[in-house]
């Protein structure tokens, strides 16, 4: 870092901030005329990209294996995370609902019920799916008395063995298809969040028709299915 200079980030603009390399999105009160006629006059960006290193899946290291980190804080944060699924695997929306099912909220989760709801270890208890194509993550945390930590840890690895052995029940994943897609429509309440999820759109390639089939493609996911993700997310290796 220190060997970088001005040079260095003049031409790494040059070469990777690109018109080509961009994406836009709008959600107001225009045309997509007005839109790319607003574009063209003030974003100023080189046209073509200009790729210089070809980048590789990136790999988790020491599998299996538990780090602790001493410091001077109140509570004892644990994470963990574990390979995930891409967003261009036809697994991820089986992924997507599972991760929903076991950290997607503390207060409805099996592992916030086992956590915080059966044993008020922590206040918060939360799992994550990350699908980027090369370093796609199923991870999560959460926060506890040091006195508490080891149990909580226990409590959450023996749940995560429980459901990768005996999968979820298919009322889980009723309900869990119902709130999915209910509450969709709520995550998009502002400008800013129907662009954000615009340009998600773009950068996976969705396809302009995602909207339309979004319910589709989570009614299509079955409960083999996500205990075949279990078996793969929950891998205690």
Same mark, same amino acid.
Request: a neutral charge; charged letters at 20%.
């Given at each position: 870092?220190t060997a970088?200079?001005?040079t260095?980030?003049?031409?790494?603009l040059? *070469?990777?901030?690109?018109?080509?390399?961009s *994406?836009?999105?709008?959600?107001? %009160? !225009?045309t997509?005329?007005?839109?790319?006629?607003l574009?063209?006059?003030?974003?100023?960006?080189?046209?073509?990209?200009?790729?210089d290193v070809?980048l590789?899946s990136?790999?988790?290291?020491?599998?299996?294996? !538990?780090?602790?980190?001493?410091?001077?804080i109140?509570?004892?944060?644990?994470?963990?995370?574990?390979?995930?699924?891409?967003?261009?695997d036809?697994?991820?929306?089986?992924?997507?609902?599972? %991760? =929903?099912?076991?950290?997607?909220?503390t207060?409805?989760?099996? $592992? #916030?019920?086992?956590? *915080?709801?059966? =044993?008020?270890?922590?206040y918060?208890? $939360?799992?994550t799916i990350? #699908?980027?194509?090369?370093?796609?993550t199923?991870g999560?945390? $959460?926060?506890?008395?040091?006195?508490?930590?080891?149990?909580?840890?226990?409590?959450?690895?023996?749940?995560? =063995?429980g459901?990768a052995? @005996? #999968?979820?029940?298919?009322a889980?994943l009723?309900?869990?298809k119902a709130?999915?897609? #209910?509450?969709f429509?709520?995550?998009?309440?502002t400008?800013?969040?129907?662009?954000?999820?615009?340009?998600?759109?773009?950068?996976?390639q969705?396809?302009?028709?995602?909207?339309?089939?979004?319910?589709?493609?989570?009614?299509?996911?079955?409960? @083999?299915?996500?205990?075949?993700?279990a078996? *793969?997310?929950l891998?205690?290796?």
């Amino acid at each position: 870092v220190t060997a970088l200079a001005a040079t260095d980030l003049r031409d790494a603009l040059q *070469r990777y901030l690109t018109i080509e390399n961009s *994406r836009f999105a709008l959600s107001g %009160n !225009l045309t997509a005329e007005q839109f790319a006629s607003l574009v063209n006059r003030y974003v100023r960006l080189p046209a073509s990209y200009q790729p210089d290193v070809t980048l590789a899946s990136a790999q988790i290291d020491r599998l299996g294996t !538990l780090h602790k980190v001493h410091r001077d804080i109140p509570q004892t944060v644990t994470m963990f995370v574990t390979p995930g699924i891409a967003r261009q695997d036809d697994a991820f929306y089986a992924a997507y609902l599972f %991760n =929903q099912m076991v950290g997607g909220s503390t207060l409805t989760s099996l $592992f #916030g019920k086992a956590i *915080r709801e059966e =044993q008020g270890l922590a206040y918060s208890v $939360f799992s994550t799916i990350d #699908g980027a194509a090369l370093s796609p993550t199923f991870g999560g945390m $959460f926060a506890t008395r040091h006195d508490q930590a080891q149990h909580a840890l226990t409590l959450l690895k023996q749940t995560a =063995q429980g459901i990768a052995e @005996q #999968g979820v029940t298919d009322a889980l994943l009723r309900d869990t298809k119902a709130h999915v897609k #209910g509450s969709f429509v709520l995550s998009m309440d502002t400008n800013s969040e129907i662009t954000a999820y615009l340009i998600a759109m773009q950068r996976y390639q969705l396809g302009i028709d995602y909207f339309a089939r979004r319910d589709a493609l989570m009614d299509a996911v079955e409960q @083999q299915d996500i205990n075949q993700i279990a078996k *793969r997310l929950l891998n205690p290796n």
